[in-house]
DNA sequence: GCCGGTAATGACATCGATTTCACTCGCTGG
DNA sequence: CCAGCGAGTGAAATCGATGTCATTACCGGC
């Protein structure tokens, strides 16, 4: 490895100099260092001058799952941003673990200079041992019990789901169902409570076995659906909480031969890129992605400035849109029975 | 920040001693020094080991885009295998930009123990560089030309576009077009020269307006698409030479009303979560995703071992697989004409 | 021709962890 | 009872880049 002092010998100068040189300001020999730079193509160990500078330029940023095109979209906004600024991206998957996520931080906080979260989940106590590290820490698309000290950028989940459920009330449905996130995180409670609010304004009780809690995974989405669907009395309408439930409760609903939105209407939380290519082109409330985490990273590097090192904890909430497209419909039979619908699982069989 | 002689001084040792404890030795008064790290909550400086090891622990990983769905699948892969491993992935987009490429992997040469490049080119000449950086570096998905020196983890691009062709072939198609990908990337070339060969061979010539070349994003997809509508003799059957590119184009059959797969056949390559929910449900070459990247991770991690540092480069080729779903079907008129099918852009109006 | 002031320079210390080397301590065997 | 061995120890050197500090070189002005 070709280091300064190689560089210094070649030139002719001592090690200062040629420090000096490459952060530059003025020295006698400039162009004979530049040569000796050149022609050994040397290039500075990132590691010494993080040892000495205590900085590493890398910011580490930890999603529960990057094949998940919402998080996808959103580190790629973050590294935009990053490139511009000469920062790098360390990137973890949690899992949706809280325990993978605990390790991660631990290991992330000694490489990086500050971080970026979606937190597994709000219990979790671990992300604010963070802040004894001092390496700044933002939020993204879930909070933190407890989190309110740190910077976030959030979703207005309450509204997005209000959305959903007016769409549906308009529509006409009374029976209606929502397959949640786990309660034990923002989007998982926040969704599902200014859904059933938004119901239970328009008058629309939600029957315990149509209030749902999944994982946020396709598989959760799917078995729910299907337990839904096996029902005495199905629902009209279901709101499923993330895109990938929506998928998992839309192959469930194929599978069952189930028309959408003929007999069932379903309306998901975030687009995605198939969207408007499905069978039926499903109806979403959507949100700025690519956007959520330029502003993140923007939000973190502000951060890491001296100047506002100490700012008070800013927290973005953005909004929420609905796409209509054509996974809704009014109920066949308004307020009428299930008779259109097939049976599965352990239903009686007719 | 705790140092090491923070902990030294706390439990009435040397430096040395702490140092040797933490990394498994015997030492006398090991409780004392467990109790002064739990106390002080230590956590040595990655920068200092690594400007001392001269390790990272650290896998630089650039591909072209991470929102593509197949490359979010290989890097998780990937991470699956560095967590196990106690490394760490370095995440960058090149955005299909050999210039970006090289900026990236310039930078990354510095902070990493080893490199997976998913190039954007084939004729860039700048990986090539990283080996004077003594920095092992395998390729995924895509090879360069004089790249045989590199392990890689590759995929029978040629058998792909082979089984595509077959499959049309059998279904009956002749009037038959190709959207491919840049000719300067392995999957460009060669899936097109692979599903042009086996055309010929059943005896059915691609017209020159019929064989089309994209960029691999959606975009391109599309408005290729809408180009061979156009043409006085459209297709009756299209293979799409990427996932991305094979959406796009199904956005175009859909806004142009072509029915699929009655007016147009479409068969892609690379499958998508969201494949069998499409409408229609997608005919795809598929291949292993999650596997390659933890191939190529595996293929890499064993080369950092000096054991095996100086072996020869591995290459390894996975097969792909033909997945049959609903977006071919034998053509509605064997060597009939364009009738049936709408006229868009500047083609004379009817 | 000499002085003062500024600009540029090199030796050295530093960042934190690890490793070498010489040394001490405690034990065993003769 | 002492030589000899091995385990364990601390001081110091090291990794590579950078900041400090004292020193040198150079300029104009008298």
Redesign the pocket.
């Known amino acids: ?8 010998a070649h030139a ?12 530059g ?5 400039s162009e004979a260092i530049q040569a000796a730079v050149d022609e050994l193509g ?4 990132a ?3 993080s ?4 900085r590493t330029y890398t910011i580490g940023v930890v999603v529960p799952d990057i094949t998940n095109p919402y998080f996808a979209a959103v580190v790629k906004g973050m590294e935009s941003v990053t490139r511009a600024e000469s920062y790098r991206i360390l990137l973890a998957n949690s899992d949706e673990s809280s325990e993978r996520e605990d390790d991660v931080l631990a290991d992330m906080v000694r490489r990086v200079d500050g971080l970026i979260l979606a937190p597994a989940t709000e219990r979790d106590r671990s992300p604010l041992n963070v802040r004894d590290a001092e390496v700044p820490l933002v939020f993204i698309d879930r909070d933190l019990k407890g989190g309110e000290h740190f910077d976030a950028v959030l979703v207005d989940n309450a509204d997005g789901g209000r959305q959903a459920a007016e769409h549906l009330l308009k529509l006409g449905h009374t029976r209606i169902a929502a397959i949640s996130g786990p309660p034990d995180t923002t989007p998982g409670r926040c969704r599902r409570e200014g859904f059933l609010e938004a119901l239970a304004a328009g008058g629309v009780d939600v029957s315990p076995e149509h209030d749902l809690i999944g994982d946020f995974r396709e598989q959760s989405g799917y078995q729910l659906a299907l337990s839904l669907l096996s029902l005495p009395e199905p629902p009209t309408a279901v709101f499923t909480a993330n895109n990938l439930m929506t998928l998992g409760a839309l192959k469930a609903l194929h599978d069952m031969r189930v028309d959408v939105p003929g007999q069932v209407s379903l309306i998901g939380f975030d687009d995605l890129d198939t969207g408007p290519l499905l069978r039926p082109p499903l109806t979403v409330i959507d949100r700025p992605m690519i956007e959520q985490g330029v502003l993140a990273m923007r939000l973190l590097l502000r951060r890491l400035d001296s100047e506002y090192h100490n700012d008070i904890p800013r927290r973005i909430v953005l909004g929420t849109k609905l796409i209509d497209r054509a996974s809704t419909a009014q109920p066949r039979k308004p307020g009428g029975g299930a008779a259109t619908l097939p049976r599965v699982g352990k239903t009686r069989s007719r």
């Open positions: 490895m070709i280091t300064i002092h190689d560089v210094a002719g100068v001592s090690a200062a100099t040629v420090s000096r040189f490459l952060r300001r003025r020295v006698r020999s040397y290039s500075p160990s590691a010494a001058q040892l000495k500078s205590g």
